[in-house]
């Protein structure tokens, strides 16, 4: 297949959490069981914190990728592609274009079905901008359980990527496209399942990956007219061991092309994977180099990309390696199964009450909930939180005057704070204060990837979209904004001040 001239990525972002864990924690925990683990049992892999999820960290890379403009107007379309969504009947990609406050005239949709999804959804976007000419956004994220003592529980991690797709400062343009299609089963999970199925890896590596990927690759350098000798970044990522070099060999690519999967301090995530690959090596590729990324999953699908003059002038908020700066190493094996909700805790009695969610309040209150948008009085800068019809200026109360004021994208400082253990909290001791806003606004808020002693009256903080709660009984989880410190260190430094 080949892609219509000039249209392509025009910006990338991505998100992985803070919390490490060190694998040798986890067969330290399973070594009775498993003893074969060892050899897995170095580096980390990223864990989500409770409180994230497909769609948080989705949010989160998104962010990383359209920077801190308020106005997200060129954005006419979202794909939101991911195996671990949280809903099964209800647009998940919603909530996300609710959080970046994308607007309500927008289209979104959910991609999942097969490992390969996130590189099909790019394709989709692709052909929307091709049909509609204008710009869309793609976010993948995956966030996946897995059976404990299990391979994939040393080699699975949690991440989230987002790119933009355009005609406009398109800093890698994609020159060539291919798909295969087949029902080769290497892994599945049925309807209902939070766990898959993973079959024995010689079968996979030979059968699977050994015979399809090659003709694929074929398939998608013969459409981009580009000889595998001068790729300069071949992206494939596969827990199996050493089967990039493999595959690039046997396909004529350079083995020094070969991109480093960073399986020993993430771990391999899923659908996003690929992304995530991508968008570490779009920080250091040079104008004139050559891409092609590729992922197995029921077929696969496979690009080939040419990176742009514009790949100079663009710059993610964090990227890859500013995320990778930021992770903090986790010892405790129990946490990752709490964390995953495989392993049910004692959160004690007040913890046992009936969190159903006002589903009309919800709604009619979405944007202050989802988009952190507050009001402010255009005449004296008042700002409210959430917003209100009345703005109460002492001694001239004004009515209906407040235009939205989008706050997520605003820098803030803690005003005042309370770090307490007697509410159930599933990473205690439970932080929140106040947080006074850059430009006027002040919010109680919960903190978020904070140890006790990681919080300061004074500090920078920065928003963070969440999961609030879990109605369990229902089924349903709620979202809503947190505040988490700008510097990992920041009570530290703000001490030393």
């Not at 010892?331 to 009936?354: C, F, H, S, V, W």
């Not at 709604?363 to 703005?391: K, Q």
Request: net charge negative.
């Amino acid at each position: 297949m080949t892609v219509a001239e000039g249209i392509g990525i025009t910006g990338y972002g991505a998100y992985l959490p803070r919390l490490r864990m060190a694998r040798q924690a986890i067969y330290d925990a399973n070594s009775w069981l498993a003893p074969a683990l060892k050899g897995k049992a170095r580096g980390h892999r990223t864990l989500a914190n409770w409180d994230e999820d497909s769609i948080t960290m989705a949010v989160a890379a998104a962010r990383d990728c359209l920077g801190g403009d308020h106005d997200r107007s060129h954005i006419r379309e979202l794909l939101l592609a991911s195996g671990t969504l949280p809903f099964a009947e209800r647009l998940n990609a919603s909530v996300v274009a609710g959080a970046l406050d994308l607007g309500e005239d927008i289209a979104a949709a959910d991609v999942t079905g097969s490992q390969a999804s996130g590189l099909t959804a790019l394709a989709q976007g692709l052909d929307a901008v091709v049909a509609r000419g204008h710009s869309v956004l793609l976010a993948c994220s995956d966030c996946r359980r897995t059976l404990a003592a299990s391979a994939q529980e040393m080699d699975y991690g949690d991440a989230g990527v987002a790119v933009t797709l355009g005609r406009d400062n398109v800093i890698a343009e994609v020159v060539g496209e291919a798909a295969i299609t087949v029902d080769f089963v290497d892994r599945f999970r049925g309807a209902g399942d939070d766990i898959d199925y993973y079959a024995e890896e010689r079968w996979i590596r030979d059968e699977g990956v050994g015979v399809w990927m090659p003709r694929l690759i074929e398939n998608a350098l013969g459409n981009a007219r580009v000889d595998a000798a001068s790729i300069d970044h071949f992206i494939f990522p596969s827990t199996l061991r050493k089967i990039q070099a493999q595959l690039g060999q046997k396909c004529g690519i350079d083995e020094r092309a070969v991109v480093d999967p960073m399986a020993s301090e993430v771990g391999d995530t899923g659908m996003a994977h690929g992304l995530l690959m991508l968008a570490r090596v779009l920080e250091d590729a040079e104008p004139g180099q050559t891409i092609l990324i590729t992922q197995f999953g029921s077929g696969g699908r496979a690009l080939v990309l040419r990176v742009t003059e514009a790949i100079r002038d663009f710059q993610p908020v964090r990227g890859v390696s500013g995320w990778q700066a930021r992770g903090m190493q986790e010892t405790r094996y129990t946490r990752l199964l709490a964390y995953k909700n495989q392993l049910q805790m004692a959160l004690g009695p007040r913890a046992e009450y009936d969190d159903k969610t006002a589903l009309t309040t919800a709604y009619r209150h979405r944007r202050a909930l989802l988009g952190l948008v507050g009001g402010r009085d255009p005449d004296t800068g008042e700002v409210s939180f959430p917003p209100s019809r009345l703005t109460y200026t002492p001694g001239a109360s004004r009515l209906d005057t407040q235009e939205p004021y989008p706050m997520a994208e605003r820098a803030g400082r803690i005003l005042s704070w309370s770090a307490e253990s007697i509410q159930p909290h599933m990473a205690p001791p439970h932080h929140y204060g106040q947080v006074d806003f850059d430009g006027g606004g002040r919010i109680l808020m919960e903190f978020t990837d904070v140890d006790l002693g990681d919080i300061a009256t004074g500090i920078a903080v920065e928003m963070t979209f969440r999961i609030k709660s879990v109605d369990n009984k229902r089924g349903f989880t709620r979202y809503f904004w947190k505040a988490t410190p700008v510097s990992v260190n920041a009570a530290t430094e703000q001490e030393t001040e």
